[in-house]
């Protein structure tokens, strides 16, 4: 008796299970989404963050949620993705935050502001610290909301035809830095320029710039800078940790099923997690290849980094005075960096330090 009943009950929860999974996957709509971005595929760090969200987001949904990606000016121009996300010609897009400054300041931060914080710091303020919630009630306006999707690191400082070596080295100095930044070059006599990814080795090839800055050693050395530009620079003082991210149309975003919307932010995650180990493994092997290739290696002196730092505190207080969502985020972020930078006084700089000095390859 007591097996007939086994057999029995063990044959519902069978039964039960074949039922429970197909009904599971029929609360699963099927959507298709597409996702342009700012970089040229060439960059396999940048364009492969999307493509590594793109397919996260496939894999967990068993392809019912699909999201097709473009390349810069396949379908929207590289400068324009928050427009076509912000009007519904697209659902998402990949971007970094600071290419939209135009629009209202506020939009540099989120990627980066000059002298803000490093890539942990950066992403710890969004994920934790209330970043993403002063950002979001800021991009809302916009009919937009972001994700983490990806992070740089630490960039370079730019490739220049000539050396820099004082700060009247960059007055009347042609340079195509992205983003906010540019108005610190701007305030030390430079003239900055915002030029999409893939047309900056033309302009620099023709003389329309003098220099410019794009990522790292990795990225820069693709895109062949070195030929026209030997001299290469570090810190790049305006990313010191640049955060990118997939902006969502708000309907679209509202109109998700919750299951979807999380799997999407996990996605964007995993995609931040991708790239920054990308860069990480790619940056070192890249840097060597341009120094066997003739790059000369310059560290911007103490007068032009204090000098640097001087401008972008004055050019953030004149625009914190008369605008109000760039006061409330930039205290935000300063608030969680200064914290944060003071931590890292005490094991992080010293530790790290350290170790590169004893460090050989």
């Known amino acids: 008796m007591k097996r007939r009943q086994f057999l029995k009950a063990a044959g519902l929860g069978v039964a039960a299970s074949a039922v429970a999974a197909p009904a599971i996957a029929q609360t699963m709509p ?15 760090t940048i364009w492969g963050g999307c493509e590594v969200m793109a397919k996260a987001v496939a894999e967990a949904t068993d392809n019912k949620f699909q999201i097709q990606t473009f390349a810069a000016g396949e379908i929207v121009p590289g400068l324009a993705i928050v427009d076509a996300v912000q009007n519904g010609t697209v659902e998402i897009g990949h971007s970094a935050s600071y290419y939209y400054f135009g629009k209202d300041p506020t939009f540099a931060f989120g990627t980066s502001v000059a002298f803000g914080p490093n890539a942990r710091l950066n992403q710890g303020w969004y994920t934790l610290g209330g970043g993403k919630e002063v950002l979001d009630e800021f991009y809302q306006k916009y009919n937009v909301i972001s994700l983490l999707a990806g992070n740089t690191g630490c960039q370079m400082g ?9 700060v009247d080295d960059l007055k009347g100095l042609k340079m195509r830095i992205g983003g906010f930044p540019g108005r610190v070059l701007q305030k030390l006599g430079g ?3 915002q030029i999409a990814g893939g047309d900056i080795y033309p302009a620099l090839e ?25 001299h290469y620079y570090s810190p790049g003082w305006w990313e010191g940790g640049s955060m990118l991210f997939a902006f969502v149309n708000l309907d679209k975003w509202n109109a998700l099923p919750k299951y979807y919307q999380a799997v999407l932010t996990q996605a964007g995650h995993y995609a931040n997690t991708w790239m920054m180990a990308k860069y990480d493994q790619a940056n070192p092997i890249g840097l060597k290849k341009l120094i ?8 911007f002196s103490p007068a032009i980094m204090e000098a640097s730092y ?21 205290e935000s972020l300063t608030t969680f960096s200064n914290l944060g930078y003071q931590w890292f006084q005490v094991a992080e700089i010293g530790y790290d330090s350290f170790m590169a000095r004893h460090s050989q390859v």
């Not at 003389?207 to 800078?225: H, I, M, N, R, S």
């Open 191 to 193: 003239v900055p320029q």
């Open 158 to 166: 730019g490739w220049y035809r000539k050396e820099i070596n004082s």
């Open 292 to 299: 066997a290739g003739g790059t000369k290696i310059h560290a």
């Open 310 to 330: 001087k401008a972008a505190k004055e050019v953030n207080a004149e625009v914190a005075a008369t605008n109000a969502n760039f006061k409330k985020v930039y």
């Open 206 to 230: 023709k003389g329309t710039l003098d220099a410019c800055e794009w990522v790292g050693p990795y990225d820069d050395e693709k895109l062949g800078f070195y030929k026209v530009a030997p």
């Open 30 to 44: 099927t959507i298709k989404w597409r996702m342009p971005a700012s970089w040229p595929k060439s960059l396999d």
